[in-house]
Nanobody
């Protein structure tokens, strides 16, 4: 089992930045591939970014360079730096993890463990 706890969300203004964190426990962190998803009210959960155990990163097309995913294996934490926030970025942001190999990492079914989410609200 892997436990994931997100933090760092909040109410911000358009153009602001946030750094979301996700602390993991229960498995060897360096062997996990991790992802960030988000879900806005009335919408499906969508892929934002992922980072493999070996550091390879993937991003959704809408990110357009505004978001950066990173990991600190010494702290068992994955981060999502979100810059130039827009009102349409308002959502609950979820951290997810998997220890399976050869996974696409862009779909919710690619992950086995999920955090409880952290709310991001961007006002215009």
């Amino acid at each position: 089992q892997v436990q994931l706890v997100e933090s760092g969300g909040g109410l911000v203004q358009a153009g602001d930045s946030l750094r979301l964190s996700c602390a993991a426990s229960g498995r060897t962190f360096s062997s996990l591939s991790l992802g960030w998803f988000r879900q806005a009210p009335g919408k499906e959960r969508e892929f934002v970014a992922a980072i493999r155990w070996n550091g390879i990163r993937y991003y959704a097309e809408f990110v357009t360079g505004r978001f950066t995913i990173s990991r600190d294996n010494a702290k068992n934490t994955v981060y999502l730096q979100v810059n130039s926030l827009k009102p349409e970025d308002t959502a609950v942001y979820y951290c997810a993890a998997t220890d399976r190999g050869g996974i696409y990492l862009r779909g919710p079914n690619d992950y086995d463990y999920w955090g409880q989410g952290t709310q991001v609200i961007v006002s215009s």
